[in-house]
């Protein structure tokens, strides 16, 4: 009575309060003959804030109890009705927090007869369909308030959440317009499950999770993917099965290979761009299975996405793929007692590598192709065996292959020898039918690089070849051959000697004063003291002529430093 | 008290994703006077954020470092101490000490500054100091397949070195190893 003349609604609210409070106020009575009572006056009532008003009043002041008891007939199915104006989004995300928390404090709380997801699933489905006006950011923000219900009240239901998402998705299928608009929402909506389940593989196992990314806009999709892989790295997560692996990269397509709603005269920036796709060549560190074999599995997988991403993406994807799968030969050699198979899988890794190191080449990364097949060359080695010498052989050929075709600055010509020389020199499985050919390369190319002082270090470094390098006949000795060490360097002092620069040649002279001690130092009896006093004399000659600035100080004191460092290790004074 | 951060072969993304976060979260912005970083990045993300780090940030080139403009070598001075910084992949044959000493004598510095071996060592050697960070994510190198995430911090005053080597093994644990390094009149 108090009730029906509710017409200014905190009057009704006030009163509502006090009527809760009475004694008397079974769940009954609230059923039978409050809670409709109350429905009536607001459906009749045409202001929507007054309304809601209302209904939260409802919400708030009756127990949990009465609620759950009228839920389904009554509460909800007044909602239900289309030609009520009430606005029953937050009225119902309102109930399902309500509800949703008495559950959480004990779920006793909920009778075991009362599907609370169930009831709020089918119900809220019916009022977005009977409801076509409702906008999508309604429809997204009822779907996120049932995901988050099923996620806090039933966490091991994941077909629940799936079920909202299925929902969703079948309504934005089947009802032509009804997405438009939505890509904001959705894509919060989209983030609820990842930041929840703080382990991806259980947002990888909702099969209509992805199928939603369609709905987004590109930069919202992008943004969710980045999200989702970042959530990845940042959780430590790791993807371990190839068929997982293929969800993943199938669902953050858009990041991995250029969508089909991308705008084709879209100018990317390229630092983010950079940061995107090295976003992508980290994500691949957290694809790795413990089983080699299911690794292998995984790596196919990568390599089957990323390469679909081009050439502007792989130079920054492939890397990790590449020493992903140099890492798996050493695990397959590590366990090479145990798989008689291993030699047959590390043949199939190398081809691996060297299928995405050709794609490497053929996209023209240069420096990036030429450094990877020096590291996949060391891999080679370490396998001992004698397929993986001849692909080894390939790899430091086809590195020779770029550094002569396509590196032609001259300063990126040492640096790239240089390294070659230094990689190769770790080498320890080569026989002497392939590392004599690649000892005289690096020769070779040292001393046809264009300027005379560069030409003078790379074959000096070329020495060390013929000390400390190693061949499978030596199995494990060095091949300490003194004679090549010393034709090297006088091959190196030599050239020095045609540099025109007087403050060059004797920096390159004290350089190699150095080289020589070094050997000296490491058991090469054969430099002689002659051979030092020789180079020393010409050093002491040479220095009083040189133009006086910082870089001669520079030469000078180096060149005290060496002889104090020849006269305390080697008790030889010149 | 001047503290120098020595860090270096990260290898993001190649090899690496991330900095370990229980690093991460020691390096905070403003603590930090110099950085000293032995190369191998090897994207311009990890040097942006070295620099937002440390406002003196010095990277050499490491051998997957493709930006040109990175110096194969440099020599920085702080406080009385001069500091030699190189890579490492120059140096043959690869983790050598005699080698890497007689790049010390070119440079003509009081500590030299290496990595690209992914080996952490900090030691003295005929009155001079030799320090290799390791690599910080622990990333793989052909002679160091799964090395400790490391990193060095350097407390330099007057004629004192304390290096601070900070590890990072497998049990999650983080360990701090102090040496002592005075400059000495001591030639070689």
């Given at each position: 009575?108090?009730?029906?003349?509710?017409?200014?609604?905190?009057?009704?609210?006030?009163?509502?309060?006090?009527?809760?409070?009475?004694?008397?106020?079974?769940?009954?009575?609230?059923?039978?003959?409050?809670?409709?009572?109350?429905?009536?006056?607001?459906?009749?009532?045409?202001?929507?804030?007054?309304?809601?008003?209302?209904?939260?009043?409802?919400?708030?002041?009756?127990?949990?109890?009465?609620?759950?008891?009228?839920?389904?007939?009554?509460?909800?199915?007044?909602?239900?009705?289309?030609?009520?104006?009430?606005?029953?989004?937050?009225?119902?995300?309102?109930?399902?927090?309500?509800?949703?928390?008495?559950?959480?404090?004990?779920?006793?709380?909920?009778?075991e007869d009362i599907k609370l997801f169930d009831i709020f699933s089918v119900k809220v489905t019916q009022i977005i369909q009977s409801r076509t006006e409702m906008p999508p950011e309604d429809i997204l923000v009822l779907q996120s308030a049932l995901i988050k219900l099923a996620l806090n009240v039933y966490p091991a239901e994941t077909g629940y959440v799936n079920q909202v998402l299925q929902n969703t998705l079948n309504i934005f299928q089947t009802e032509e317009g009804r997405a438009k608009g939505c890509s904001n929402e959705l894509g919060k909506l989209l983030r609820v499950p990842v930041d929840h389940y703080q382990d991806i593989l259980t947002?990888?196992?909702?099969?209509?999770?992805?199928?939603?990314?369609?709905?987004?806009?590109?930069?919202?999709?992008?943004d969710l993917c980045v999200y989702i892989a970042e959530h990845i790295i940042e959780t430590g997560t790791l993807i371990y099965s190839h068929d997982q692996v293929d969800l993943l990269l199938t669902m953050i397509e858009c990041l991995v290979a250029d969508?089909?709603?991308?705008?084709s005269n879209q100018i990317e920036d390229p630092e983010d761009f950079e940061c995107e796709q090295a976003l992508v060549g980290r994500l691949v560190h957290q694809m790795t299975s413990q089983v080699p074999d299911q690794q292998f599995l995984i790596l196919n997988t990568c390599k089957k996405h990323l390469i679909a991403g081009g050439d502007k993406r792989i130079q920054f994807t492939l890397p990790s793929l590449i020493f992903r799968a140099i890492h798996l030969c050493r695990v397959y050699h590590d366990l090479r007692e145990e798989d008689e198979k291993w030699e047959k899988k590390v043949t199939k890794i190398l081809q691996y590598i060297n299928s995405l190191l050709s794609a490497l080449v053929k996209a023209e990364y240069w420096d990036l192709s030429l450094r990877l097949y020096l590291q996949a060359s060391l891999v080679?080695?370490?396998?001992?065996?004698?397929?993986?010498?001849?692909?080894?052989?390939?790899?430091?050929?086809?590195?020779?292959?770029?550094?002569?075709?396509?590196?032609?600055?001259?300063?990126?010509?040492?640096?790239?020898?240089?390294?070659?020389?230094?990689?190769?020199?770790?080498?320890?499985?080569?026989?002497?039918?392939?590392?004599?050919?690649?000892r005289s390369q690096c020769f070779r190319a040292g001393s046809k690089l264009l300027k005379k002082p560069d030409q003078c270090r790379a074959v000096s470094l070329c020495s060390h070849l013929y000390w400390s390098g190693k061949n499978r006949e030596g199995a494990g000795e060095p091949l300490r051959n003194a004679t090549k060490v010393l034709e090297c360097l006088k091959k190196a002092v030599r050239i020095s000697n045609q540099c025109m620069e007087p403050t060059v040649q004797v920096q390159l002279f004290v350089e190699l004063l150095n080289k020589y001690i070094y050997f000296l130092g490491t058991g090469c009896e054969e430099v002689s003291e002659s051979v030092l006093s020789q180079l020393v004399g010409k050093i002491h000659e040479d220095m009083?002529?040189?133009?006086?600035?910082?870089?001669?100080?520079?030469?000078?004191?180096h060149f005290e430093t060496t002889l104090r460092f020849i006269e305390s290790r080697h008790q030889l004074t010149f | 008290m001047v503290l120098v951060l020595v860090i270096g072969d990260m290898h993001i993304p190649y090899r690496s994703d991330s900095i370990p976060p229980k690093f991460r979260k020691l390096l905070v912005p403003g603590k930090i006077q110099h950085i000293l970083c032995t190369g191998n990045l090897c994207l311009r993300e990890t040097h942006d954020y070295l620099k937002s780090i440390s406002s003196d940030v010095h990277i050499v080139r490491g051998d997957f470092d493709l930006n040109t403009s990175y110096p194969e070598q440099k020599v920085v001075t702080v406080g009385q101490?001069?500091?030699?910084?190189?890579?490492?992949?120059?140096?043959?044959?690869?983790?050598?000490?005699?080698?890497?000493?007689a790049v010390r004598r070119q440079l003509d510095v009081d500590v030299m500054v290496s990595g690209h071996t992914h080996k952490l060592e900090a030691y003295e050697k005929d009155g001079k100091f030799y320090i290799n960070p390791g690599s910080v994510t622990g990333a793989y190198s052909p002679m160091e397949r799964n090395p400790v995430p490391a990193f060095i911090l350097m407390d330099i005053q007057s004629s004192t070195l304390v290096t601070y080597v900070y590890s990072l093994?497998?049990?999650?644990?983080?360990?701090?190893?102090?040496?002592?390094?005075?400059?000495g009149d001591r030639e070689e």
């Open positions: 009575a108090v009730v029906s003349s509710g017409i200014n609604a905190e009057y009704g609210g006030t009163n509502l309060e006090r009527l809760s409070r009475l004694e008397g106020v079974t769940v009954e009575r609230y059923e039978k003959q409050i809670l409709p009572a109350v429905l009536k006056q607001l459906v009749n009532c045409k202001d929507s804030i007054a309304q809601e008003y209302l209904m939260d009043c409802i919400i708030q002041v009756f127990p949990d109890e009465f609620h759950l008891r009228t839920l389904e007939n009554t509460f909800l199915d007044t909602c239900c009705q289309p030609q009520s104006q009430v606005n029953v989004r937050n009225i119902i995300i309102s109930i399902i927090g309500r509800l949703s928390n008495f559950a959480q404090a004990d779920p006793s709380n909920i009778p947002v990888l196992e909702l099969d209509a999770y992805p199928k939603l990314f369609s709905f987004l806009d590109l930069n919202t999709r992008k969508a089909p709603d991308q705008p080679c080695d370490a396998m001992g065996i004698s397929n993986a010498e001849t692909v080894g052989y390939e790899f430091m050929s086809h590195a020779f292959a770029i550094y002569e075709e396509e590196v032609s600055d001259s300063k990126a010509q040492l640096i790239a020898i240089s390294l070659i020389v230094a990689t190769f020199e770790r080498t320890i499985n080569f026989s002497e039918e392939n590392h004599e050919p690649l009083p002529g040189l133009e006086s600035g910082d870089i001669t100080k520079q030469i000078v004191k | 101490f001069k500091i030699g910084l190189i890579h490492g992949h120059q140096v043959v044959p690869w983790g050598d000490n005699d080698a890497i000493a093994p497998p049990d999650g644990e983080m360990e701090v190893k102090k040496i002592e390094f005075k400059k």
